[in-house]
């Protein structure tokens, strides 16, 4: 599948989620893969090879946050590859989005994507989320990063009292839910649908109680 194809799969699966992606957007989607690919020939700096799976397990993936973003500052913990943090910043340029990695391979491939897609809105910061003490942010967003658990105790400092963590998990995650630090609850979860991807898909919305 060529490009054109990967981008008009990119369509069809935005629309189906009720995307509302502009074509500039969707061109600026499609340099961000063709970098990840090429980039990830020589970093590893995703296990999934494929571009047309990366359309789905990552790009679509990310934006099925958009309609919960609210902003107008959010950091994107355990990047890796910019993902969800990138397309976010792509599709939302009225919003402040920082990426934290502390895999300097990562950041600067990140940091490469700023420069060539002109994201002037996305700041790339490669560093230890418990380090981290950045001006605390509207949401701390991540994806398989981590325990809950251990999400907000390494990034509490980093989310402001009434700011919320968004988890993004696969199965329902009742375990982990069962052992959320005390003084934060659970405000809300919901089911994510990704096309062309397999598996549950959850977002956790947990905050200070």
Known sequence: ?????????????SDKMALALTDNQLDTLMAYLQLLVKWNKAYNLTAVKDPV?????????????????????IIDVGSGAGLPGI???????????????SNGKKTRFQNQVKVELGLSNLTVINGRAEACTDEPFDEVVSRAF????????????LCRQEGVFLAMKGLYPEDELAQLPSGFVLKNSHSLNVPGTQGARHLMVIGRG
């Open 87 to 101: 397309p976010l910043a792509i599709c939302r340029p009225d919003i402040e989005v920082t990426t934290l990695d």
């Open 1 to 13: 599948m060529d490009v054109t194809q990967q981008r008009a799969l990119l369509v069809k699966q």
């Open 53 to 73: 799976e990366m359309v789905s397990r990552h790009l679509l993936d990310s934006l099925s946050l958009l309609s919960f973003i609210k902003g107008p500052r």
């Open 146 to 157: 981590a325990s809950i658990a251990d999400m907000i105790k390494w990034t509490h400092q």
